[in-house]
């Protein structure tokens, strides 16, 4: 276990010294915190649905959370380019162990950039119903985090080079972002696109973390957490299973 | 003597081309060798199936008295490899590559620390220990790569081209360092190079690949005596002829020349 601390601790470090990037990659959720949260906002309030930014927060936040979670999974690329892969693959350490290591390190530093765009939503008038009930969205993203970590492994193991980056990034991720809850409330939706985003598992987090903060907690979050965990089991599962046949 | 690599038969297919084509032989413990071949002759593929990385299609091989196929983990603990391409964090201090490959190994934190001083002090890096590995140069990086790849007290040292870029000072203290841990320690070395020189000055034994097969093996003295030739290197273009190999384009191959360019920014 001590091979997969270090080698959590070391994504850790990656991520707090590489200052640019952390700040970087707060633009796009901002973007849309403002864009959308006060674009949209008289339109959503005349419809009847209340705040727009309260809403969309949640949304917000777990797109900072899937965007850092799956590229420090794609970081093996790197890892593999500059050779630091090498240095882990001959070690005596299971590639299990590392797979672990690796997917915690990612899932706490994509955990960290979803507070930190939570911190920035409060300064933008995002108000939390109960701060203790608010707490219970920190699971929710927590799994998020992991599972959205583990896809990034699952596909960093399998891709030889960063060309494929755009592919999964436009052809995966922001699909899985924009056909979710994240952005729209599913009720009235045409059919297919109720279907895509009610069996999305982003849209079970962003459900949660939404109730959590507008101080409607109820029991049902621990379906939508064991459904979460379950499907984070999983695709750490297959992300090993992908990185133990990586060969040099 | 005991070996502590030995090799029978071992064959290794990539689809229908042969790398390796039924190669045996074996390395006695402490002893330096050398493994030379022109480019594309299975050096490195070799040091792949012996160093767990890649499995072989068949052959029997022991490294370390264990099989790398089914113990690997055993056979990890029991060598130190520097690799061809670079395998250090860049974004990581010097110390702090250390202390990870440490912790990978288990090597007790105690230990850890007073050995990771002490390597980082023989290949000239103690003051610099704390600094980003991004700002070292190509032999540093090399230098750190061999204290790391010491720190675990590996039996086996395997270095792929270890001094290839580097400027002359670095290369005599690298070698020098090497004789020293096969002398005083019984380190058994197996080692890859281009620089002919390098190999006679520096090797016990020689064995020389060509198209996946082992084409001769000796000493420097016993290689230069069979072909007539007076160097070395005279001796390896006798045995391997003069055919310049094209290099095929794997993976890793373009990764290489990817980084390059990247750094060349």
């Known amino acids: 276990m001590r091979a997969a601390a270090i080698l959590w601790l070391r994504q850790l470090k990656r991520y707090a010294r590489a200052r640019a990037r952390m700040v970087g990659s707060l633009g796009q959720p901002l973007l849309f915190l403002f864009a959308l949260g006060f674009g949209f906002g008289p339109i959503f309030a005349r419809a009847g649905h209340g705040n727009y930014l309260d809403f969309v927060v949640p949304g917000v936040i777990s797109m900072g959370i899937i965007f850092t979670g799956v590229f420090g999974g794609i970081e093996i690329i790197f890892d593999r380019q500059f050779g630091f892969l090498k240095e882990t693959l001959v070690a005596p350490v299971p590639r299990f162990v590392i797979v672990l290591g690796r997917t915690l390190g990612g899932a706490t530093t994509a955990l960290l950039q979803g507070l930190l765009v939570f911190i920035v939503s409060l300064i933008a008038g995002f108000h939390i119903h109960h701060p203790l009930e608010a707490l219970l969205a920190l699971p929710f993203m927590a799994l998020i985090a992991l599972l959205f970590s583990a896809i990034g492994t699952a596909i960093g193991s399998v891709l030889k080079d960063i060309q494929g980056f755009p592919l999964i990034m436009n052809f995966l991720v922001m699909p899985i972002f924009f056909f979710s809850n994240a952005l729209f409330p599913t009720r009235g939706l045409p059919a297919p696109l109720k279907l895509v985003a009610q069996i999305n598992p982003l849209s079970y987090g962003v459900a949660g973390i939404r109730d959590a903060f507008a101080g409607q907690a109820s029991l049902g979050m621990v379906t939508d957490l064991a459904v979460l965990g379950a499907l984070a089991a999983l695709l750490l599962a297959i992300a090993s299973y992908l990185f133990s046949r990586i060969e040099l | ?265």
Request: glycine residues 8%; charged residues 30%; aromatic residues 8%.
């Open chain 2, 1 to 265: 003597m005991v070996a502590m690599i030995e090799v029978r038969g071992l064959v290794k297919m990539f689809g229908n081309f042969t790398a390796i084509d039924n190669i045996s032989f074996a390395v006695p413990e402490g002893e330096i060798r050398a493994f030379l071949g022109p480019n594309g002759a299975g050096k490195t593929t070799t040091i792949k199936i012996l160093t767990t990385v890649l499995t072989p299609s068949s052959g029997w091989i022991r490294v370390a008295g264990r099989d790398p196929v089914r113990e690997p983990a055993e056979v990890r603990r029991a060598f130190g490899i520097v690799f061809q391409d670079p395998s250090l964090d860049d974004e990581l201090t010097a110390y702090e590559n250390m202390e990870l490959h440490g912790a990978l190994y288990g090597v007790p934190r105690a230990q850890l620390r007073e050995r990771a001083t002490t390597l980082l002090g023989f290949v000239g890096l103690a003051e610099r220990r704390r600094d980003y590995v991004k700002t070292f140069s190509g032999g540093m990086r090399r230098r750190l790569e061999i204290a790391r790849a010491l720190l675990h007290k590996p039996r086996i040292l395997f270095l792929d081209e270890p001094t290839i870029g580097l400027d002359p000072q670095t290369r005599s203290l690298i070698w020098e360092f090497v004789r020293g841990l096969a002398t005083e320690q019984s380190v058994t070395v197996f080692f890859t190079t281009h620089a002919m020189e390098e190999a006679e000055r520096v090797a016990d034994e020689i064995t020389v690949i060509d198209h996946g097969r082992i084409i001769a093996e000796g000493t420097a003295t016993s290689l230069k005596e069979r072909t007539r030739s007076t160097s070395l290197e005279e001796a390896f273009i006798a045995l391997t002829g003069r055919d310049v190999r094209a290099e095929e384009a794997n993976p890793a191959e373009r990764m290489r020349m990817l980084r390059r360019a990247w750094r060349g920014r």
